[in-house]
């Protein structure tokens, strides 16, 4: 079992709301996770999945069911699938902070972002908190698995596969699945054949400025009909748009934001690349890097930063500006190289949006300084720093 660190921040959470929601993709741990923490709550925890005929018919009458579990965690799995529970939801949670019950209530599990259940979920303002969890990160594992997580991706069951073929078996049934099964259960109706194909086609362009009108293209769609379709997959949390700095400078910034399939081992497993020489040997290697690295840097960012890519018309250009508040402002630039260096670009735009601090990230082991105030450093020593930094 491979403790997740967002166990102990899921725990004090529960100590201050009366609902915590864990959002993340299916198969992800969520339920492992909710688990874990339900073997160490004391009264023994009310557990219900919403897929499941038995648990739903419990909720026939939800407000009187969900009231006689008095002082009892309820953790309620798959809360998407029943949206108009969230209004009944409020009632029970105030009539428990009235009989001195103020955090602690309930421990929703869902397959899809804040942004999908954020209308659903408007009535429990103030009563609930929301943690999102990634797939397993480089902090979580052996410093020497971080290639097999890279190629694998952070999805437990294929980090864990006996071999590289099992483990690229489980994610292109994953991939099938939830083109077949999840996705029109969670969202619009959309061909399964069409979004599999624009999945493949933004593994191939793997942290590229976004092109709609050539997506739409290739799919023989409108151009608003490709943005409602990868608005959906951000929403599922299966892929990160990451929107260029904006700050006010007298320079020419691009607008198009950048696309990442956001667990590495699903995109190698779109572009079928089942072994680390096949991604080695394949155009998507350094962005495919780039991508993984991006999801477990910014899986450490605290509430209220914010994440950008920095590029001028120029040339200048920043994989990654982290920033919080007007004190933190971190450029980082990623390279799948272990002997790593920065272009001009890099310099010109830290200059540009006064980093201060600026890093390169790679796949080494060892942390040294370079020039002009740069610090090279190993991907899970770079979290560690942020955590540090920024809490």
């Not at 929403?235 to 667990?263: C, E, F, Q, S």
Request: one cysteine or more.
């Amino acid at each position: 079992m491979i403790k997740r660190r967002a166990q102990t921040e899921l725990r004090r959470l529960l100590e201050q709301f009366p609902a915590v929601a864990i959002l993340g993709p299916r198969q992800i741990g969520k339920t492992t996770l909710a688990q874990e923490i339900a073997a160490r709550t004391k009264p023994s925890p009310v557990y219900l999945d919403l897929e499941n005929p038995i648990d739903l018919a419990k909720l026939d009458d939800p407000g009187q069911y969900l009231q006689t579990q008095t002082d009892r965690l309820i953790i309620l799995d798959e809360i998407q699938r029943i949206p108009g529970l969230f209004q009944v939801l409020r009632g029970v949670i105030d009539r428990r902070r009235l009989a001195g019950q103020q955090a602690g209530q309930f421990l929703m599990l869902g397959s899809a972002s804040r942004d999908l259940l954020k209308q659903s979920s408007e009535s429990l303002a103030g009563r609930i908190a929301y943690k999102e969890l990634t797939g397993l990160t480089v902090s979580e594992i052996k410093r020497t698995d971080q290639e097999i997580l890279w190629l694998r991706g952070g999805f437990p069951d294929s980090v864990l596969a006996r071999d590289d073929r099992a483990s690229m078996r489980w994610r292109m049934n994953f991939i099938s699945t939830y083109l077949e099964r999840d996705v029109p259960q969670l969202g619009p109706r959309i061909p399964a054949v069409t979004l599999r194909r624009l999945w493949t086609m933004l593994a191939n362009s793997q942290g590229e400025q976004i092109n709609l009108s050539k997506l739409a293209g290739g799919l023989g769609v409108s151009v608003p009909t490709v943005t409602r379709y990868i608005e959906l997959l951000e929403d599922l949390l299966l892929v990160r748009t990451l929107r260029p700095w904006a700050g006010n400078i007298k320079k020419r910034l691009v607008k198009a934001p950048k696309v990442y399939i956001r667990d590495s081992g699903i995109a190698h497993a779109l572009l079928h690349l089942t072994t680390r020489d096949d991604v080695l040997g394949h155009p998507v290697a350094g962005a495919s890097w780039e991508g993984f690295a991006l999801e477990n840097i910014l899986s450490v960012m605290p509430e209220g930063a914010t994440s950008w890519f920095y590029r001028t018309a120029a040339g200048a250009e920043i994989d990654l500006v982290i920033e919080q508040g007007s004190r933190q402002r971190v450029a980082i630039e990623i390279k799948r190289s272990l002997a790593p260096s920065v272009s001009k670009g890099f310099h010109v735009g830290c200059e540009d949006i006064t980093a201060t601090r600026r890093y390169i990230v790679y796949p080494g082991t060892e942390q040294y300084p370079v020039s002009n105030g740069v610090t090279v450093m190993p991907l899970v020593d770079m979290m560690t720093e942020l955590r540090e930094m920024l809490d």
